[in-house]
């Protein structure tokens, strides 16, 4: 949905998210408002062509926190059995601006210790490896993908590739 066509928070239903895995907090989109949200529909992709949304902003004063998405059954198939099973990788990045205001980077500290910019940089690192190592949730082309490029490489090479 196109985040500037949202009403916030109006539009933002909270729930609880809980998997085998792991638990988290998310949000649906309100119905309520449905007649100005703007919708967008990218049909018969190509294996070579990828989306790429934002799916979370820590500034306050941004009306679209959160990337409202959804997928549809594509109305112009014919025959569903036609075609190859839809598959998704979802891959989050984590993008860091500390010249912006309002500053949102979270403080990480070591008891009362703060961190420098130089100290923070490899602490978020790891706590980006500690998320992948849920691959549970992975498509299997994934999981094993991942597996072949680990053999090959380092987790700093793997985070460029």
Request: hydrophobic residues 35%; aromatic residues 12%.
């Amino acid at each position: 949905c196109d985040g500037r066509t949202i009403i916030a928070p109006d539009d933002f239903m909270k729930y609880d998210y809980k998997t085998s895995m792991y638990n988290s907090e998310s949000y649906y989109l309100s119905a309520e408002h449905q007649q100005l949200h703007k919708w967008y529909y990218f049909p018969r992709m190509e294996k070579n062509e990828l989306l790429v949304f934002m799916q979370y902003d820590s500034d306050w004063r941004s009306p679209a926190r959160y990337g409202f998405h959804t997928a549809i059954t594509d109305p112009t198939v014919v025959n569903m059995k036609d075609i190859p099973a839809r598959e998704s990788i979802e891959c989050r990045l984590v993008a860091f601006f500390p010249n912006f205001e309002p500053n949102t980077i979270p403080t990480i500290g070591m008891g009362e210790e703060k961190l420098t910019d130089e100290q923070i940089i490899p602490k978020a690192i790891k706590g980006i490896q500690d998320a992948i190592k849920i691959p549970g949730a992975w498509p299997a082309k994934a999981k094993q993908a991942m597996a072949e490029k680990l053999v090959e490489v380092d987790i700093e090479e793997l985070l460029r590739w």
